[in-house]
């Protein structure tokens, strides 16, 4: 059975399933038309659209997760019984009916949407904070608070593969994979960041003191260039995996966005926006290409856990402490009068430009309007014999 086939809520168990509901709750007037999903008896830990953006699949710290319909709000599906503690995060394993879920109490299950039943079952070592799916589809890793370790399994059968102990020196908050299934990556409460090379099994990357705080969440852009690092500190940084200009330069820093520790973070499927979820309760929308905060979205009555955007950027999910999933209509945010002024403003600054030649990036002034000035790097210029020089100021 396909599960976007699906038309009626699922349990895997009977009896004990909590009241749900969803609904419009939005003033008449908003210019954000946001949908409220209730289900879920406790705090909503994780969040993500799954299968082309038609479904919601969610994890709470009630040991549950569901399975939604996007149009309706509907629940399609509760993963229940297999989890004696909180749920920390779930996931999809990608072209697959199969779900992947960690908990605290160390365990990572892989659930069939079909049958709501669990495929197999692994005990890990310590609380597991996080987990993530390979884009390949064949790898799950999980993060200890024990030992400070990685564990990684396989997405079939869940035999461990590699077990990198001491990975951090404290608690691993979170562990992501790229798209192209090339690089782990993973956060800790110690301020670091490792990236560890699936070919190789070695770590590859490790960049220290990152954040002034503990970094809550990564995540990457979708051709893996570009790394996203949340924090305590109330900012986001971004970091070149690809150029390593942050070897120099440090990584980019986000700030102003949130007044509070900065929980979650996730990037469009074309990297223009990053969206970013907060202590503050509330969510951020960034544009990637003149680095800038264009909108806040407020409505969640307590902590904001984690985030996510729809491939097409039209919607945003956010769950919360709160108990609740909202799902944010942006289709049309660009033309919103804040956000317009706000472009505004901000336009006198600077813009990320790529060198059409060596394929750094760089910053122009937005003031800039010669394309032969700012299509190459400032080497590059410098290098090429016959660069054009700027013509004097008439007379």
Known sequence: MDPLALDEAKTSEDSGEPETGSQWEHEPLSQIPVKVLRGHADSVSSCQFCFSDTRLLTGSRDQTAIFWDVETGTQLMVLKGGHSAAITSCCLVPKTNRVITSSWDKKVNAWDLETGKILWTKTQGGILMSCSVSGDGKYVASASDMESALYLNCADTGQRLHYLKGHHKSTITSCQFDAQSQHLASVSADRSIKLWDLCSHKTTLSINSAHTNVISSCCFTSNGQYLCTASWDRTLQLWDIRAGSFRTKGGVQLKKGHDGCVSSCAF??????????????????????????????????????????????????????????????????????????????????????????????????????????????????????????????PL
């Open 268 to 393: 469009s499927s074309d990297a223009s926006v990053l969206v970013s979820g907060a202590y503050d309760r509330t969510v951020t929308l960034w544009d990637m290409r003149g680095l800038r905060k264009t909108l806040i979205l407020k409505g969640h009555s307590d902590w904001v856990t984690d985030v996510n955007i729809s491939t097409d950027k039209n919607w945003v999910i956010s769950s919360s402490k709160d108990c609740t999933v909202r799902l944010w209509n942006i289709e049309q945010y660009e033309n919103i009068p804040a956000v317009i002024e706000t472009r505004r403003t901000q336009g006198m600054g600077f813009q990320i430009v790529k060198c059409e030649e060596c394929g750094r990036c760089f910053s122009v002034s937005r003031l800039e309007n010669s394309s032969s000035v700012i299509s190459k790097c400032v080497f590059c210029r410098l290098k090429s014999p016959l660069r054009d020089l700027p013509a004097p100021p």
